[in-house]
């Protein structure tokens, strides 16, 4: 079972006793091929980047696009593709924008004509490893959060049991991550870093991002998808100048309605 | 349904009743792919419809060597019934052409909002993966494309495909839900 076939069928290109032939094809396998769906994926975006020749463009519209189920498939893919345009073109916009200062390439050119051979290879090897590194965390990078919920806790040192007073957030759809302020208190030592720790109800402990510090307040950065309903815990760690890591006794809580 | 009709129809699946089970289920899901490819609203409860038509004829005397066959057979006229239905009713069909031809098209906009949220509660590699495998690459260069992207990830193109489509369905299902509620 071809790809082309299976487009073939889905725009009745196939002759009738071909299209039944097909469909039988299918039935017998030991499960419903899968094929067909990634397939049927691709036409669609096909379609709807404007990639099918006039007459299958012609073709799926009047053969594919004939149930309402089928529309709805379509609709859905023409919603994600614009959003994924959009995430793409800003993303390229920012690289663009990273690229205009032209003296970085007469830099590189007049570097690299001034070199020896060995020194011109392990030049190359290293702008392959950065540039693989660059690619890897453009591609896999976790999205940078833009709109926020806020909240502002101070440390307490009773334990979650004991009804520790928690700061309350709700989290509407379209907030992306939580920010929350962790008021240091009075006479917590300087440190070089700090790093937090959030403890849910199941007692499962994650890392969480830290966007700043000063002297008075620790800020981090919680994504909105890892927040559940349910009251959460966030122990301060601080690094001294030393390297040494001590816990900032006492702990912040909140509550996710 | 009456149960006694519906043992006898398990029972021409597979006099063992466990092995009967599983044809069941297969059938039941091979129907539901059918459905889904001739692009019915509702497969699961056209499947249902197919195995209840089936379940009675057979209760009725109807000689049936090969239920999953016959399943299919039942299966196909239900798809020709409906077609007829649709085609009466079709006259919104040119409408929905022309306008998805118009970005702000009101179903595909009204789609777009609700799938951002979705899209969102992807993690953060999941998100990467559909932003890149779905980028505007034509022709031959997204093959290629594909068989890098794939090669990076340490699979095969096929069960990056697979992989890609299970993505787009969990958002169809989220948003299928978010419409729901909203």
């Known amino acids: 079972m071809t790809d082309e076939r299976i487009i073939a069928y889905l725009l009745e290109e196939l002759p009738e006793d071909d299209q039944e032939r097909f469909e039988d094809e299918c039935f017998v396998q030991e499960s419903w091929p899968t094929q067909i769906n990634l397939v049927e994926e691709d036409l669609i975006d096909a379609y709807l980047r404007d990639e099918l020749t006039q007459e299958r463009r012609q073709r799926f519209e009047q053969n594919y696009l004939t149930t309402q189920a089928r529309q709805e498939r379509v609709s859905m893919a023409a919603a994600l593709l614009r959003h994924i345009d959009e995430c793409n073109a800003a993303s390229k916009a920012a690289i663009t924008l990273s690229q205009t200062e032209p003296t970085w390439a007469d830099r590189f050119r007049a570097f690299w004509s001034s070199q020896n051979r060995t ?94 510090s000063d002297a008075q307040s620790v800020q981090v950065i919680i994504p909105a998808r890892q927040l559940a309903r349910g009251q959460y815990v966030l122990k301060l760690y601080a690094t001294k100048t030393d390297g040494a890591e001590q816990r900032i006794n006492g702990s912040y809580f909140f509550i996710v309605e | 349904m009456n149960p006694e009709d519906f043992a006898r129809f398990l029972k021409l699946l597979s006099p063992d009743t466990e092995e009967a089970g599983r044809l069941y289920v297969r059938l039941q899901k091979k129907l539901v792919g059918f459905f889904s490819l001739k692009g019915v609203s509702d497969p699961g409860d056209a499947a249902a419809d197919t195995i209840d038509r089936a379940v009675l004829r057979i209760a009725a005397g109807a000689d049936v060597p090969d239920v999953e066959r016959y399943c ?15 085609q009466r009713e079709n006259s919104a069909f040119h409408k929905f052409i022309e306008d998805l031809s118009n970005s702000s098209a009101g179903q595909v906009e009204r789609i777009y909002n609700i799938l951002k949220p979705c899209f969102e509660q992807l993690d953060g590699e999941e998100q990467q993966l559909l932003l890149t495998y779905c980028h505007e690459i034509q022709g031959r ?41 909203v």
């Open chain 1, 119 to 212: 020194l011109q290879a392990a030049a190359a090897i290293a702008v392959v490893v950065i540039i693989s590194g660059a690619l890897w965390l453009f591609v896999f990078r976790a999205p940078v959060p833009r709109t926020f919920a806020t909240l502002t806790l101070t440390i307490s040192n009773n334990d979650r049991a004991e009804g520790a007073q928690a700061g309350t957030v709700k989290l509407l759809p379209d907030v992306e991550a939580l920010k929350v302020s962790l008021t240091l208190p009075q006479q917590s030592p300087p440190a070089a870093g700090y790093r937090v720790e959030l403890e849910n109800d199941d007692r499962e402990i994650k890392s969480a991002e830290i966007a700043g």
């Open chain 2, 72 to 86: 299919f057979g039942i299966a196909r006229n239900i798809v020709k019934e409906r077609s007829r239905i649709l």
């Open chain 2, 141 to 181: 260069a997204r093959t290629e494309h594909r068989r890098q992207l794939a090669e990076t990830m340490e699979m095969t193109v096929q069960t990056l495909r697979v992989r890609v489509t299970r993505l787009r369905n969990r958002l169809t299902e989220c948003v299928q839900k978010r419409s729901n509620t």
